[in-house]
């Protein structure tokens, strides 16, 4: 485990950053990587970013940070993440290894409903406790903006103990947390054979009560043959569009139930998993804008054989996001490193599509486009600095997590590279 001081304590990252190699498209789509760059902060925003030599002169007396000719990205973006919650399920993966199948281990009582029952016994600092210290992995390696979804609670009480924790967590560290509603992620217990009603109390109940309270930046839906239904999805996707949230699915991950589709005309933030995901949704998903976010870390826990459609989704111009899904049940993975490389050795993404799946069209699909993902002049400082000589690096390792340094929110916030500003 990683440990971090807090955000009190953290220098500021304002003055010069030079020696650094700027990546392929760090200041968006199209721009080129920059072997001798600097970036200038102040008040904990970009204000000027170019080569070296042309620092101008009003710059040059800002505190000096020399990053020694690192390699530096923007900011990482985990836009797919079921961070707080209680409990393990390796024998899940056990019952896995032994032939059952997804279904059959939801169907026998595990699955989501047993994540729900430990969640529900824990306190509310017990959560925090928990997700503290998996949070601390994912920000050590370079991430500075996070998805963290509720949806294992399924009842008012729980779902706003889980949104409260990730709220606690984005003051507590100093990252940037995109909240979603997942109250539509599996039947709890005391609804079995009732969806329909349980539906309705999404609906009417938690989800107006959730966005009163501030606790909601989106809303999500497993629509899936053990989930819920297009019909059910639909109706949250219309109560979440009359409180003003934006929406999200989980999608065509065991089936293509044409979820995408209907995501799309709901105008979509996302569609996540999408093994499944047929011709008319890739369609429906371009026309929309919304992000394609790939999940390889579920793919390989489930050692899933139908590959999310890559190919077609490149040539209809779909931006392709890719996120841990870290979650206890299918996907217990903490690196974000790991999954640009299984993406790139999975899913067959070249390094430029991984990077970008996790910085830009990341940040797309979270709402963040304007602040995460590039960096740019007047958005916030959120970037990485890597001892690696190239880009393809970051996908190529696996295992090693090279020692970077992270200024996250106009702070330095991890100093893996013992990285010193000196004043003038």
């Known amino acids: 485990m990683h440990t971090q001081s807090s955000p009190q304590s953290w220098s500021s990252a304002d003055g010069v950053w030079h020696h650094l190699q700027l990546a392929e498209q760090a200041l968006g789509p199209d721009a080129p990587a920059m072997a001798d760059a600097a970036i200038v902060v102040e008040q904990a925003s970009v204000s000027w970013v170019g080569a070296r030599t042309d620092i101008p002169e009003a710059y040059k007396r800002l505190p000096q940070h020399d990053g020694h000719g690192a390699l530096v990205t923007p900011g990482l973006v985990d836009c797919h993440t079921h961070l707080v919650y209680a409990g393990q399920r390796a024998n899940e993966f056990a019952m896995r290894l032994a032939g059952a199948s997804y279904e059959e281990v939801a169907r026998s009582g595990g699955g989501i409903v047993s994540s729900v029952r430990a969640t529900r016994q824990a306190s509310e600092d017990e959560l925090f406790e928990s997700a503290a210290h998996r949070l601390q992995d994912l920000l050590a390696e370079g991430v500075c903006a996070i998805e963290i979804k509720s949806g294992y609670g399924l009842s008012l009480e729980h779902e706003r103990k889980q949104l409260r924790v990730a709220r606690r967590l984005e003051q507590a560290f ?6 979603t509603f997942l109250g539509a992620h599996a039947l709890p217990p005391e609804y079995a054979g009732r969806s329909d009603d349980y539906i309705e109390r999404v609906c009417q109940e938690m989800m107006p009560a959730l966005a009163q309270e501030r606790l909601v930046d989106a809303v999500d839906v497993f629509c899936e043959t053990i989930g819920f239904t297009l019909a059910q999805t639909e109706r949250v996707f219309q109560a979440a569009q009359s409180l003003g949230l934006p929406v999200k699915l989980h999608a065509e991950q065991l089936s293509d139930m044409g979820g995408s589709a209907l995501a799309a005309r709901y105008g979509a933030l996302s569609c996540d998993h999408i093994e499944h995901l047929s011709d008319p949704g890739i369609a429906a998903m371009h026309r929309a804008g919304t992000v394609a976010v790939l999940l390889p870390g579920a793919y390989y826990t489930l050692r899933e054989t139908q590959l999310p459609p890559i190919a077609a989704l490149r040539r209809a111009g779909v931006p392709m996001a890719v996120s841990t899904d870290h979650n206890p049940g299918t996907s217990p993975i903490l690196s974000l490193l790991l999954m640009i ?18 910085t830009r069209n990341a940040a797309q699909a979270l709402g963040l486009s304007a602040s995460h993902g590039q960096i740019g002049i007047g958005r916030p400082a959120n970037f990485v600095l890597w001892p690696l000589s190239d880009v393809a690096q970051l996908a190529y390792w696996v295992g090693q997590r090279p020692a970077c340094s992270v200024v996250r929110q106009g702070r330095l916030a991890v100093d893996g590279m013992a990285l010193r500003g000196s004043a003038v």
Do not use: I, S
Not at 174 to 179: A, I, P
Not at 346 to 357: K, Q
């Open 174 to 179: 100093g990252v940037t947390v995109r909240t």
């Open 341 to 358: 490389n299984m993406a790139c050795t999975l899913f067959r993404l070249t390094v430029p599509e991984a990077l970008a799946g996790v």
